[in-house]
């Protein structure tokens, strides 16, 4: 009688252990994809304030500039997964080449997007390292668990944050 007890006892541990390391999984893949979607709404909003900001104060950034991070700023709206970092990361380098003194009004929502950028992202590499740190763990590799899901990537650009912007305003 005692080995069915524990017997019953270590199937029921196990069991629990399965089902909670499986519901992790779940939970780490559906906070991965929702940090992915608030990153992508994040860049759209950096690239739409950017090309907004290009057609209103084409006259501060010199037609130059402006015709530059209009260019990018489509090329970030259009590019698709794939090509996502490196347009990213072209609108980024424009970003950080604009001039000090820009209207504020037409720069802070620029500056605010840009920061939510660099919040989404690091956000978003934090479950995405905490994802495969728990799927590269031995049980979940054994049974399979959340291998309908591909692992996910991180998203390395550089970080452009624009208080230089609203502080010279």
Known sequence: MTAVVIVVTVVASLATWITWTATRVDR????TEAARSALDAQLVRRAAAAQALAG???RELGPELADRLHTVARAA??????ARESVENDLGRVLAALPNGLDPLLARD?????TRVVLARRF?????RDSRALRGRWLPRL?????RHRLPGFFEI????LEKIMASG
């Open 28 to 31: 780490l893949i559906g906070r």
């Open 56 to 58: 209103r104060a084409g």
């Open 77 to 82: 709206l259009e590019a698709g997964s794939a």
């Open 110 to 114: 620029l500056a605010e997007a840009a």
């Open 124 to 128: 978003y590499n934090d479950a995405v």
């Open 143 to 147: 049974l399979r668990l959340g291998d």
């Open 158 to 161: 550089d970080e452009v944050t």
